[in-house]
């Protein structure tokens, strides 16, 4: 490949180039989640928002295993994951996961890994319509053995509004 | 990288036919246009091999279809 | 695996002297691990002041396992590694790596005048975490990002593509690329990010 740009001409354009960040790509959302992007004003973000999120998400996971009739241990086969976690994940709602738990998760689920590191906390959002439809979720969804129809329906919805906001 | 090899193609009349007027609508000359096949070509392959599926979206509905290649 | 395209002199806003750069076309092994062991850890300090300045901070700064970020990014390089659609570049100065970028070979143009035409998009385009003035009040060095999309333009013309490339930028970075890159703004996609392309002519501008 043929540089069609020669040192001096960088050396001139920097000059008078400002100062301003050049970040790009859509890649660059997966830097997220090591605290690449730190949001500017990242006192502003209020902590008992991202623990409700981390509740949903901990509830998303217990709806999701339910739906299957899978116990903790069986879900902890098929993901690939310690059940300490899962434990952890679906009771505590200060529980961070790390991030391969979250991706391992979201595939055997089948539910869009970004999302679901929003969810989790892994990765840091400010968009207030999806804390709004997690809390929503969360809400309407009650801790039995068995998922209910109306359960099993708000629990689809849910998924699929999950999957809109990942395409 | 600064290494080419080099590779004689047998095509069709309606093949090449698709070849040159697939480079000139898009500006490529006929080797250009054959990388970029191969590229798309491999890029599905992949995604195919990873157990993902590859759809297209009809423009104004938005109903998705698979787009049924290399199985 | 890389090879060396060029030796570029980037600006050392500290001391105000110019400094060498070498630009990689395809990322060696280092460029790869400067990443987490270089880049990540200025990040993880900044988290940790910040964290010190509140209690927020800390509940946002989590915990970060460095397996798993180093497996995150391995994947992600992995795959862009394996497929003939991607080209990869790096920037490197005082013998660390100073920007990275990722670019998609197999793009189509969505600018009206050069609707479908083949185009180079840019995946990533990043520079290490001392050189950005969101994180440190002295940033260090100017023009990698510059750099980078000099290269980008010269591997669209390299193969065909006229000089054509699109990228996606974070708000932060979409007066750059509108204003002073002079590139035409195609609106917020479903990405949540602002898509930008550059056309032939644009490209010439660019460089010249």
């Known amino acids: 490949m043929e540089m069609l740009i020669s040192p001096d001409w960088l050396r001139h354009k920097v000059e008078s180039d400002p100062d301003i960040d050049t970040d790009a790509g859509p890649a660059i959302y997966v830097l997220e989640s090591i605290g690449m992007f730190l949001p500017t004003e990242l006192n502003a973000i209020d902590k008992g928002k991202v623990v409700r999120l981390v509740e949903a998400f901990g509830v998303l996971v217990r709806q999701l295993r339910r739906g299957k009739q899978w116990s903790i241990d069986e879900l902890a086969f098929k993901a690939r994951v310690s059940a300490d976690d899962l434990r952890q994940i679906e009771r505590d709602p200060h529980f961070r996961p790390r991030p391969r738990v979250v991706h391992q998760l979201a595939t055997v689920f089948g539910v869009p890994e970004r999302a679901l590191m929003k969810l989790s906390g892994a990765t840091v959002t400010r968009d207030q319509a999806f804390e709004e439809e997690a809390m929503r979720f969360a809400a309407k969804s009650d801790d039995m053995s068995k998922l209910s129809r109306e359960e099993q329906r708000v629990l689809n919805q849910y998924v699929k509004y999950l999957s809109e906001e990942a395409s | ?71 | 695996m890389g090879e060396v395209v060029g030796v570029y002199p980037l600006k050392d806003r500290r001391t105000g002297k110019e400094v060498e750069a070498t630009l990689w076309h395809s990322l060696e092994d280092r460029h790869v691990q400067d990443f987490i062991g270089r880049w990540k850890p200025v990040f993880e300090a900044r988290l940790n002041e910040l964290s010190r300045k509140g209690p927020v901070t800390a509940e946002i700064a989590g915990e970060h396992n460095v397996q798993d970020s180093h497996w995150q990014w391995a994947q992600k390089v992995e795959q862009r590694r394996e497929g003939l659609e991607w080209a990869s570049f790096a920037v490197e100065a005082e013998g660390v790596t100073q920007g990275l970028m990722f670019a998609r070979m197999g793009a189509f143009a969505q600018e009206p005048s050069q609707r479908n035409k083949p185009i180079v998009d840019i995946d990533l385009l990043a520079t290490a975490p001392w050189n950005r003035s969101q994180l440190t009040d002295q940033p260090q060095f100017k023009g990698i990002g510059r750099l980078l999309l000099a290269a980008a333009i010269s591997l669209s013309v390299s193969e065909e593509f006229a000089g054509r490339i699109g990228l996606h930028a974070l708000p932060q970075a979409e007066t750059w690329y509108r204003d002073v890159c002079g590139m035409t703004d195609l609106g917020v996609d479903r990405t949540k990010m602002r898509y930008f392309e550059m056309t032939e002519a644009q490209a010439r501008a660019f460089i010249s």
């Open chain 2, 1 to 71: 990288m600064l290494e080419k090899r080099t590779m004689t193609l047998n095509l069709s009349p309606h093949e090449m036919d698709v070849v040159e007027r697939l480079a000139d609508e898009k500006g490529l000359s006929k080797t250009a246009l054959m990388r970029q096949a191969l590229r798309l070509y491999q890029s599905i392959s992949i995604r195919l091999d990873n157990g993902e599926k590859v759809f297209v979206e009809h423009p104004t509905t938005k109903e998705k279809a698979e787009l049924m290649v290399l199985s």
